[in-house]
């Protein structure tokens, strides 16, 4: 399971219709440990959330500052960066730099980050996969996890095992 923490980043990737917010969706209600109404972002560009779900790094020492940012509530940051081009303009008002420190993200259409690309994160990629089921509903998806930065590298390992009855592995992986 992925649990919340502050910086914990999750880009999802994938066209038009392939379910990314529907997987924020459901990570944010599981999150949040409630009934919350989750929307899609898109004309807002972000929706935020509680998280109650908080992973605690017990062997990682903090400074004053970090300790009192720690006592703030975590939030999730459900981005869709769709109707943007990625100007550093345009992205300032999102405060990335705060959020990607002290709170979790979700970001739809991450290409669109530009300059703003963060360092650590994990990548969620979906896509429809062939096949003769008619209605679109009904289309499965193929998803690829891809870790970034040695914390997602550890963490991604402790969540393939829960995910052994839908997940195959690539032959590279």
Same mark, same amino acid.
């Given at each position: 399971?992925?649990?919340?923490?502050?910086?914990?980043?999750?880009?999802?990737? !994938?066209?038009? !219709?392939?379910?990314?917010?529907?997987?924020?969706?459901?990570?944010?209600?599981?999150?949040?440990?409630?009934?919350?109404?989750?929307?899609?972002?898109?004309?807002?560009?972000?929706?935020?959330?509680?998280?109650?779900?908080?992973?605690?790094?017990?062997?990682?020492?903090?400074?004053?500052?970090?300790?009192?940012?720690?006592?703030?509530?975590?939030?999730?940051?459900?981005?869709?960066?769709?109707?943007?081009? !990625?100007?550093?303009?345009?992205?300032? =008002?999102?405060?990335?730099?705060?959020?990607?420190?002290?709170?979790?993200?979700?970001?739809?259409? =991450?290409?669109?980050?530009?300059?703003?690309h963060?360092?650590?994160?994990?990548?969620?990629?979906?896509?429809?996969?062939?096949?003769?089921?008619?209605?679109?509903?009904?289309? =499965?998806?193929?998803?690829?996890?891809?870790?970034?930065?040695?914390?997602?590298?550890?963490?991604?390992?402790t969540?393939i095992?829960?995910?052994?009855?839908?997940?195959?592995? !690539?032959?590279?992986?």
């Open positions: 399971m992925i649990s919340c923490y502050p910086s914990s980043i999750i880009l999802l990737e !994938g066209d038009l !219709g392939t379910g990314k917010t529907t997987l924020a969706q459901g990570f944010i209600q599981t999150a949040s440990g409630e009934e919350t109404q989750v929307t899609s972002p898109t004309y807002l560009l972000c929706n935020t959330y509680p998280c109650n779900l908080l992973e605690e790094d017990d062997n990682k020492e903090k400074s004053a500052d970090e300790d009192k940012e720690m006592r703030d509530p975590l939030l999730i940051h459900h981005m869709d960066l769709y109707r943007l081009s !990625g100007t550093p303009q345009e992205l300032s =008002p999102l405060n990335l730099p705060h959020v990607f420190r002290r709170h979790a993200s979700l970001i739809e259409w =991450p290409q669109r980050l530009g300059v703003m963060p360092e650590s994160y994990l990548t969620v990629h979906l896509n429809m996969k062939d096949n003769e089921i008619s209605g679109e509903d009904d289309q =499965p998806r193929e998803i690829r996890l891809e870790a970034h930065g040695e914390e997602w590298e550890k963490r991604i390992q969540i095992p829960y995910m052994d009855d839908w997940i195959r592995q !690539g032959e590279d992986s």
